[in-house]
């Protein structure tokens, strides 16, 4: 019979395998039981494998073999494509060597202060694990110095090139001893001919490890497809969401612009959606996945870059709005569920006409999906009043519904209205089903993007408007759409809030700090109108005083919302913003005139001035 290797028999120092004794370690994973080997001898290594293959350990752990505890000066650096990938690699870094306690592990990324970082490194820190823009960053500032680095981790380096980063690496490389001096280890989750070429130029006489099939990280998940016309999309994810059955769900995307489309639409469908892409601060990150965690965010909305090193166990669905470019990406966007052994679900929307990318999939992963139709607006009303009266009984046996029966009762008799009318009419209600809408008939729903620009091209305002179309609907294309007026039918309230264009806000951030802060459920939230340092929502009626305090302390794109009631300009003499809502009311309807003012080309050309000076 065959021996199973532990970690014990990969002759690891004793303080380090005690500390992955205490943690739980003991069996390697493939990926560590032949990495390990080859680093402790001090062997390059190139591996190929995938996220959540226990690469960490395979380069953290004999990386500490190699760390002189009593010198204090980097000797080991860690480059990682993304922030959070950054801190969890760190993180687990730590662990490792909690009986080694002179080894200092300092994270640098971008998006985040200089101050605690560069005095991480002043104390002596062995171990960086950074991006490499922070990392270029630091060296030119004087504060990193990588000339006794003797360890050097490349890590999910085939990201980290097509990010943008390969003249990063290059300069990181060229300030700490050359290849052959040092031990480099590569790990990619696909060996294109860029990756091997980064191999050979950095990388001596390296051992390639490869393991763990592309298919190997979807066993777990029920991986299934459907066809859904481009500009059905929105209403189809909005009906699958509606009927999951699964915790949390995260949403891939292609860009930017569509992360925050799509949560803003699903925000004003119930749902607590966020987005997250390369272009969000790292505390407004930290704050999205903490709430994903925590069970007060359910939808997450995500480009591929910004979802890398993403571990959330609540994400029992993986939704692909849209097909990744590229095939490998699948598997990374998939394998953000069933982690661990943990079963999963996930779905891919194709056009009719991307069918073509379904056979390139399966082909990939050795796996056939499994095609599925998605839920009509009548099974997803279905589902949630199945799901509410399965939650009756419960209720019964509480008891104290004297008063209702007496209601109930009294109501029959009054209006000659059948209890069964009257519990049907209820449930609907619950269920937020108030009936066929003229928007339905319309067939309305896209969100809809309009900027104001004044007469010398400058930005005045730009507006989002996304309706609910109990299913059908897509994104805009960019194509103009006729102006609406600034009170929508049934948004009564108009609210300012302190953060706009020059902050670069999107929509779906303020959508989401106001759901998710203030407690107010997307359907009730209107138009949305960005102007350069403030914007105006609407919302269906009053927040609560304890509402809109929690929401005015929260922070969108580094400021903090401070909402309150609008009122209209004020008066230039107290500091107003007329010069932020100038042209404002060109070409809208006659209840804008409350913002309207008379501003010359001059003071549009002196805001102009303002935004090259302030580099925005």
């Known amino acids: 019979m065959e021996t199973m290797t532990t970690f014990a028999d990969l002759n690891l120092p004793e303080n380090v395998l005690s500390a992955i004794t205490e943690m739980g370690f003991e069996t390697p994973t493939p990926i560590q039981e032949q990495a390990i080997p080859h680093l402790l001898e001090g062997r390059d290594i190139v591996g190929i494998a995938q996220t959540g293959t226990g690469k960490t350990a395979a380069f953290g752990l004999p990386m500490l073999a190699h760390i002189d505890p009593g010198f204090n000066a980097v000797q080991a650096i860690v480059l990682a494509p993304t922030r959070e990938l950054a801190m969890q690699s760190a993180t687990a870094i730590e662990s490792f060597a909690a009986h ?7 994270t640098v990324y971008g998006g985040a202060s200089y101050t605690p970082q560069i005095k991480g490194l002043k104390s002596g820190a062995q171990v960086v694990v950074g991006t490499p823009g922070r990392v270029i960053d630091l060296i030119e500032k004087g504060a990193l110095k990588l000339n006794n680095v003797s360890v050097l981790v490349l890590d999910e380096a085939d990201e980290m090139l097509r990010m943008g980063f390969a003249e990063d690496v290059e300069t990181i490389a060229a300030s700490m001893p050359e290849s052959g001096k040092r031990i480099t280890a590569l790990f990619s ?5 860029f990756i091997q070429r980064v191999a050979d130029q950095h990388l001596t006489d390296p051992v390639r490890i490869e393991v763990a099939r592309q298919s190997s990280t979807v066993e777990n998940i029920h991986q299934t497809y459907a066809v859904v016309p481009f500009k059905h999309k929105l209403g189809a994810l909005g009906r699958v969401l ?8 995260i949403v891939f995307v292609r860009t930017r612009v569509d992360a925050d489309e799509v949560a803003v639409d699903m925000a004003t469908r119930g749902f607590t959606a966020a987005a997250i892409s390369g272009d969000v601060s790292q505390n407004e990150r930290e704050r999205i996945v903490s709430r994903l965690r925590d069970g007060s965010l359910d939808v997450l909305v995500a480009t591929d870059v910004a979802a890398r090193g993403l571990d959330v166990e609540r994400i029992g669905l993986v939704i692909n709005f849209d097909v990744p470019r590229e095939t490998e990406a699948y598997v990374h966007r998939v394998g953000r569920t069933g982690r661990a052994g943990r079963a999963g679900r996930s779905l891919t929307f194709f056009t009719p006409k991307e069918q073509f990318r379904l056979r390139q999939i399966e082909k990939l992963t050795g796996t056939k999906m499994e095609e599925i139709v998605i839920p009509s607006p009548r099974e997803v009303s279905e589902f949630r009043a199945r799901r509410l ?26 209006t000659e209205i059948e209890v069964e009318d009257i519990a049907a009419a209820l449930l609907a209600h619950a269920i937020g089903d108030k009936g066929p809408s003229q928007e339905e008939r ?19 305002a730009a507006s989002f408007e996304a309706g609910r179309d109990g299913g059908k609907g897509g994104r805009a ?10 009170i929508s039918s049934g948004f009564s309230r108009r609210y300012r809030v302190e953060v ?3 902050d670069g806000v999107k929509p779906g951030a303020i959508v989401g700090a106001i759901t998710g802060e203030g407690g107010v459920n997307g359907a009730d939230l209107g138009r949305i109108d960005i102007y350069p340092t403030f914007s105006l929502v609407e919302l269906s009626g009053e927040l609560s005083e304890k509402a809109a305090s929690k929401i005015s302390k929260a922070f969108v794109s580094g400021r903090q919302l401070r909402i309150k009631e609008d009122t209209g300009p004020r008066p230039a003499a107290e500091g107003g913003d007329r010069g932020d809502r100038r042209g404002a009311s060109r070409g809208r309807s006659a209840d804008r005139s409350a913002h309207k003012g008379s501003f010359s080309k001059s003071s549009a050309k ?4 303002f935004k090259k000076r302030s580099g925005r």
């Open 100 to 106: 080694m306690p002179k080894v200092k592990v300092v």
């Open 389 to 414: 009266v399965s939650l009756m009984p419960d209720r019964i046996e509480l008891g104290r519904l004297e008063l209702y029966y007496d209601l109930l009762h009294e109501i029959r008799h009054t």
């Open 242 to 249: 509606a009927t999951r059955d699964e915790d949390a769900a």
């Open 189 to 193: 989750a696909t060996m294109p001919d």
């Open 500 to 502: 706009g264009k020059r």
């Open 477 to 486: 294309k960019g194509a103009k759409r006729p102006s609406a007026p600034r």
């Open 606 to 609: 002196s805001g102009k001035k």
């Open 442 to 460: 319309r067939g309305a729903g896209k969100i809809r993007r309009e900027e104001e620009i004044d007469d010398d091209g400058n930005f005045v």
